[in-house]
C-alpha cells in the first residue's frame, strides 16, 4: 500500500493514497480509516475518509504533529486487513413515480430510454459507498451504469426535497436535506438519510442497494418514519 | 431562570464549541465562528470553554432577563446596552430582574457573544448544543433566535469574576498566518506569488460556511480541481473562478477546489471579525 502523509493546516495531518478513484484505493483508504478508528488513540479528533485520503484531526494540546506524523507513516495498515470487512449492504427503498422523479421524462428523452428500463438500470445492482461529505449524510456512489450519465441541469433548481434521488454526470446519488441543486431528478426514498439521532444510514465502505416501490408503498413508509 | 428575545438581530445562535467527531458522516463542525472571543466569554463568568452561549451576527439582539442574572458581552462592539445605558463589556456584569439588554449594528467586528453564568440549558444534538441552520438541528429548534423565544438558562451558585479583560479593537485590514495547504505545488511559483503579495477584500457572500475574498484573478493550472478530499476550517480553497475562499465552521467537510494555504487558529478568528468590505493578506509562517 502506498501512500504519504502531509501536514494540513496545525491540527490536522493528510494521507493521501494513490491518485485515482478506484475500488482497489478505496480498500486501502477504508483498511486505515478503520484501523485508526480502532485504535482510539487519545488525542485525535476525527477520521475524514475520502475518495483517495484520509483526514486525521488531532488534539494540538495532546498529540505533537511531528510524532503523529511518524506513527502514521509507519502503521503496519496491510497487517490489519481483518479490520476493514464491513461491506455491508443497506437497502433504500426508492419511488421513481413520475410524480416524484420530477425528471424522469426528461431523462428518458435525453438518453432515449423508457422509464422502466432507467429504473431496472439504476436499481440493478449495489453500488459502493466511496465516502460521506458535501452535506451530512450525502453519500458518494460509485458504479452508475454508463447508459445512465447524463450531465446535471443547466439551472439548478432552488429547492431538492430531502430524500430525492438524482443524477449528475458518472454519479448517482441522495439529497439528505432539503437544498438547492441540479441534478437530474428520478425518485425518491422516504428514508432520513439524515436525522439529528443518526447522522447517517450508512458508512463508506458499505454497499447500497435500491429497491423500487410504489407511490403506495412510498406513503406508507413515510407515515412509519414519522 | 430563562431569557426572552425581545428582537432577535440579524442572526442571533446558540453555540459551543462544536461537533468534531462526525465529519466522517459528512457533518461540518458547526461552533464558534470566533472561538477566541467565545471562550473568553465563558472564562469571564467561570463556565468551562465549551458552554453554550449566544453569538450575534453584524446586528446584535434584544432581549429581557426575567430574574437577575450574571453574563459577559465579548467580541464584536455592538455598543451593549442595560435599560439603555452603556454597558462595559469583557467583564462580567450583573443584570437587574426585568431589564432589558439591547445591541446595536457592530462598530467593529462581525460577531459579538453573550455568555450566561452557568450556561444556556439547552439539549446537545449529536455532541454539541451548536446551531447547524442548513440541517435545523442544534441550538434553540434548530434555528435562529426569533422574537418571542423564551431561552432557559441554568441555575449557578455564582461566584463573582471581578476582572475586566481589554476591549479588543477588531481591525478591518488584518494579516493572516497561513500555513502551506496541501495542493499549494499545484499553483505556479508567479502564482504562489500572486496570493501572498496582493490583498484581498471579504465579499459580502461570506458566512459560516465560508469567507469568500475578492481580488485580482489567480491564474490556476491546467488541473484546477483535485479528488474531493477534506476541508477543514481554515482551508483556503482557490475555486475556479481564481479567488480565494477561506472555509469556516459550517464548511462541508469535502470539496474538490485546491487547497493552496490553511490560515492558524489564531487567524481563522481574526478573519471571522472582519467586515465585508475588509482587507486582508496572507502571509506564510512555518510549524
Redesign the interface.
Known amino acids: 500500500m502506498q501512500y504519504d502523509v502531509?501536514?494540513?493546516?496545525?491540527?490536522?495531518l493528510?494521507i493521501?493514497f494513490k491518485?485515482?478513484?478506484s475500488p482497489e484505493v478505496h480498500q486501502h483508504v477504508k483498511m486505515c480509516?478503520f484501523y485508526l478508528k480502532s485504535l482510539k488513540l487519545n488525542g485525535i479528533?476525527?477520521?475524514?475518509?475520502?475518495?483517495?485520503?484520509l483526514?486525521v484531526?488531532f488534539n494540538i494540546d495532546k498529540i505533537e504533529?511531528k510524532t503523529l506524523k511518524v506513527l502514521l507513516e509507519n502503521i503496519p495498515f496491510e497487517k490489519e486487513t481483518k479490520i476493514a470487512t464491513s461491506s455491508k449492504t443497506v437497502k433504500i427503498p426508492v419511488c421513481y413515480d413520475v410524480s416524484l422523479g420530477i425528471d424522469l421524462k426528461e431523462v428518458s428523452l435525453k438518453l432515449n430510454l423508457s422509464i422502466s428500463k432507467i429504473i431496472e438500470l439504476h436499481a440493478s445492482k449495489p453500488y459502493l459507498v466511496y465516502?460521506?461529505?458535501?452535506?451530512?449524510?450525502?453519500m458518494?456512489l460509485g458504479g452508475l451504469d454508463k447508459r445512465l450519465h447524463i450531465p446535471r441541469k443547466k439551472t439548478p433548481r432552488l429547492k431538492i426535497h430531502a430524500g430525492a434521488v438524482g443524477l449528475a454526470d458518472q454519479q448517482t446519488g441522495v439529497y439528505?436535506?432539503e437544498?438547492p441543486g441540479g441534478w437530474q431528478i428520478i425518485g425518491q426514498t422516504p428514508l432520513s438519510l439524515?436525522n439529528?439521532k443518526q447522522?447517517?444510514l450508512v458508512?463508506?465502505g458499505n454497499f447500497v442497494q435500491f429497491v423500487p416501490i410504489t407511490l403506495r408503498e412510498f406513503h406508507q413508509i413515510q407515515q412509519k418514519c414519522k | 431562570m430563562q431569557i426572552e428575545i425581545l428582537h432577535p438581530g440579524l442572526c442571533t445562535t446558540i453555540q459551543d464549541e462544536g461537533r468534531v467527531e462526525y465529519q466522517d458522516k459528512g457533518m461540518p463542525v458547526t461552533g464558534f465562528m470566533d472561538t477566541s472571543s467565545a471562550c473568553l466569554a465563558n472564562l469571564l463568568v467561570n463556565n468551562a470553554p465549551n458552554t453554550a452561549l449566544l453569538e450575534m451576527q453584524y446586528l446584535g439582539c434584544k432581549l429581557k432577563v426575567h430574574q437577575p442574572t450574571y453574563l459577559a458581552i465579548t467580541g464584536a462592539n455592538m455598543q451593549a446596552k442595560v435599560n439603555g445605558e452603556c454597558v462595559v463589556i469583557n467583564k462580567m456584569i450583573l443584570i437587574p430582574k426585568n431589564a432589558i439588554l439591547s445591541f446595536k449594528g457592530a462598530i467593529n467586528g462581525v460577531y459579538a457573544y453573550i455568555s450566561f453564568a452557568g450556561g444556556i440549558a439547552i439539549e446537545s444534538v449529536l455532541g454539541s448544543t451548536s446551531t447547524y441552520l442548513p440541517a435545523k438541528i442544534g441550538g434553540f429548534k434548530g434555528r435562529s433566535l426569533l422574537k418571542g423565544d423564551v431561552i432557559p438558562l441554568n441555575n449557578k451558585q455564582l461566584s463573582f469574576v471581578n476582572t475586566k479583560v481589554k476591549n479588543t479593537i477588531f481591525k478591518n485590514d488584518v494579516l493572516l498566518e497561513c500555513f502551506r495547504g496541501p495542493e499549494w505545488d499545484f499553483l505556479s511559483v508567479n502564482s504562489q506569488q500572486h496570493l501572498l503579495k496582493n490583498s484581498y477584500i471579504v465579499s459580502k457572500d461570506s458566512n459560516r460556511i465560508g469567507i469568500r475574498l475578492e481580488g485580482t484573478t489567480i491564474e490556476l493550472p491546467k488541473k484546477n480541481e483535485i479528488i474531493s478530499s477534506a476541508i477543514i476550517k481554515g482551508t483556503v480553497q482557490v475555486t475556479k473562478a481564481g479567488q480565494p475562499i477561506v472555509m469556516m465552521v459550517d464548511a462541508p467537510t469535502t470539496g474538490g477546489y485546491l487547497r493552496a494555504l490553511n490560515l492558524s487558529q489564531k487567524s481563522c478568528n481574526l478573519l471571522a471579525q472582519v467586515q465585508i468590505g475588509g482587507r486582508v493578506q496572507f502571509t506564510l509562517i512555518n510549524f
Open positions: 502531509v501536514f494540513y493546516g496545525e491540527k490536522a493528510l493521501n491518485n485515482e478513484i480509516y479528533e476525527a477520521l475524514i475518509p475520502a475518495y483517495n485520503s483526514t484531526v504533529r465516502m460521506l461529505g458535501f452535506a451530512p449524510g450525502f458518494y439528505p436535506l437544498t439524515f439529528p447522522p447517517s458508512e463508506m
